[in-house]
């Protein structure tokens, strides 16, 4: 096996890596290999290294594939999982029966762990030796390993001689190389049932072993005759070799039977960590905080004739109550530009064509009378905004922008570097190249070609060859995206804003800088996730929200919070979780899902304490919170590249949750989004 070749481009010295440790913090460290060393239970490669000059530690890694491509990450993944499960549960006395995570990495090209060297020796390499003492010591701190990963809530997937150790010294077992594991609850892997995975689901390979340790003919995966071992084992192993694994003792019944208490019970008792506990408080603000606002609306619905909540949004937004209906209102309906804000008839005479080679835009002076022609032209053509106060450069939208319904106008809002651009890049991927708005009743489309043109020769095309985009420049105004989108109860444009983060917390030039602010009807607050909260405010939120409040009926406007660059803390809860909770086709929108998620971010922000992540929350009347990651990965350092391409992960339901709150999205579960 070749050694990972680990040309992280911030290296002065080969060897030089980055990594993260359990709370996610970012290390770079040279590795320097040591010894050889094998575990017959790995897949995948592993040695022994030093970290800067350091004791000894074992890593594991990500071999690449005959193509030098980065290599399938499942069996780092499933272990880093189930070790940084272990770190969380037992941080405060870590139990020797378990493999202990120092580090990881797995974002880069050639992803590794470094755990604490394995105690012992491979149990496959001295089970001959072990004398009947030392069996039933072996039996029982397997039986202890087992039920103290369960306890952890993670199964192994491989118990077997190959994946144990055995500590002649202390008369102790290690069950080791988890890269198959799952973790209880979730479906397991590798059958054909799927059900959810379970602590008994080890028991039968556990049993397998243990029957091994004392008649080692026997091989295969049958279950062993029992009634030819008269002695203790028949017992111990009573059953254990049966279907469904739910009929099966747990780990901790069979050391019942054996007399022997697991290590989670005196006299040795560790002490376990509940790893979700740290978010009860948050959790508990956020049902206090819904239950408020629920009641001051069912107040409100008594006072006020109840209007259905997406009429009275669409009312916010056309201001008057009015909506345009330019083919037959008598007098012309006024649209609102969403770059300088002005209100104006809607121009009907001046089409202007997008020359792309000089990158202008021309009068189009053709006098085609063909109405399906006109029609034909309409479709790439754009008209100039009159900007009647005259204060704005020239700009230009599509001929047809307000051809139908009045249009929902989206910023993308959050500081710096937040995330904002590589979110909606992630979104307009999914939305236009994988048509993931169909299983929701909506199709959607470019409305702008040129500026769809653009969008994906300048920043799609990047994301598919997993390049990281750069930040935005200041001082933008137009719309970066428009999309058509088409449903069962009408067609309307969604127009996208992401200008640079510098540009939303600037307090001077405060009128020009942010203005279409104030024509926006539904805000995308996005908040990048750093391992060591920023506590300092975010000021791009609060300039922001400032803006916001002086659009009438502010507070119905449909708001999400997006917890992005998740995958930072991919391995934390609640965000182990979420990130890999895919959506259910079937039931597209799931208000209890979209709730619940929302919950766990709010209480995960109130933990870390970024409150200023959350003003948005107590601002809007219908505010969902989610996780997502845009890339998927870190991208590598001064390299500007995602090793492992841009793969997102729960980028779709901020949008899903905003089409609901503003109606598009039509039924009972979209209703009740955000309430
Ligand atoms: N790990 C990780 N990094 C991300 C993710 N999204 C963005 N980043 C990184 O965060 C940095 C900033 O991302 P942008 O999307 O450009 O941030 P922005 O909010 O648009 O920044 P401005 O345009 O400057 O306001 C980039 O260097 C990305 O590499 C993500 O999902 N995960
Ligand atoms: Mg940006």
Redesign the pocket.
Known sequence: MTDPPFDDPSADQPGTVRCRDVHGTLHTMRLTAVDVFSSPGARLPTRMVSADGGPPLLQKWVARTSSGEPGPLDPLDREVRAVMRFALVFAKSYPAELPRLRYYDVDGDDPFVLLEPYRGMPVAEVRQQLAARDRYWFQVGLLKALHLAGAAGITHGGVGFDTLRWDAATRTVQLIDFEQAVRVGDPRSGTSDGGPADVRDDVWDAGLTIWRSAHPDHSGREAPDLSSDGGALRALLAGVFVDPPAARPTPEDMLAGLGEPTALQEPTALEIVDPGAPLREGLRTFDATVERTRALRAEEAQVNRPQPWAARFWTTLTGAGKRPQPAEAAEPALVRCPVCLDSYPWPDEELWLYDDKRGQYIRDTSSVRDPLRQEFLRLNSYRRCPNPSGDFTAHYLPATYHAFRTPLVVAMV?G????????LAAIIREVVEHGALTPYGLSAGPLDLHRHAEYWRTVIKLTEQGV??P??RERLTDPVYILLVRGPSGTWPVTFF?V???DLQAVGEADKLGRFLIGTNAVIF?H?LEPIPERSGNQAFEMSLAKLRIVQDHARLPAVIVA??S??LRYRPPIDRWLRTERDPLSPVNAELLHSESRDVYAFLHHRREHAALAPFSVFDRCTLHFA???G???AAQKELFPRGFESSRVLEPLIAILAMAGMIEGEQARRVGT
């Open positions: 959050g710096p570097a937040a995330g904002k651009t590589h979110l990281q985009l930040g935005t992401d640079a983060g510098e996005v990048g992005t660059k995958d930072r990651s845009a890339s990965s870190e991208a």
